[in-house]
Nanobody
């Protein structure tokens, strides 16, 4: 059974940083695209960042480009999102998700990520001004 468990969320002041982690219980992890999504209160879920199965290519939504960095450790079945220069607009529940690389492209833009098959429970990020 596939499980994704996020951690690392919390409350931080504007300008601060957080590092989110996602532990994936899927084998082999290196066969899966990974993505980070977020959903703010009252808004639709949106794609934030993606990384391909080998960790060689990534994609960032415009609002986070230059501030967030997605990475993965295929040996440890882990996904990360380093978030710097946080603003109140980054406040949301953050989710990691996965999709098998053979099912289609990894980078699915800023949409809600219906292409992704398995989701974690989310970790809350709150940024105060």
């Amino acid at each position: 059974q596939v499980q994704l468990v996020e951690s690392g969320g919390g409350s931080v002041q504007a300008g601060g940083s957080l590092r989110l982690s996602c532990a994936a219980s899927v084998t082999p992890y290196r066969d899966y695209c990974m993505g980070w999504f977020r959903q703010a209160l009252g808004k639709e879920r949106e794609g934030v960042a993606y990384i391909d199965a080998g960790g060689e290519n990534d994609y960032y939504a415009d609002p986070v480009k230059g501030r967030f960095t997605i990475s993965r450790d295929n040996a440890a079945n882990m996904l990360y999102l380093q978030m710097n220069s946080l603003t109140p607009e980054d406040t949301a529940m953050y989710y990691c998700a996965l999709r098998h690389r053979l099912l289609g492209r990894c980078m699915v833009g800023r949409g809600p990520g219906y292409e992704y098959d398995y989701w974690g429970q989310g970790t809350q990020v709150t940024v105060s001004s």
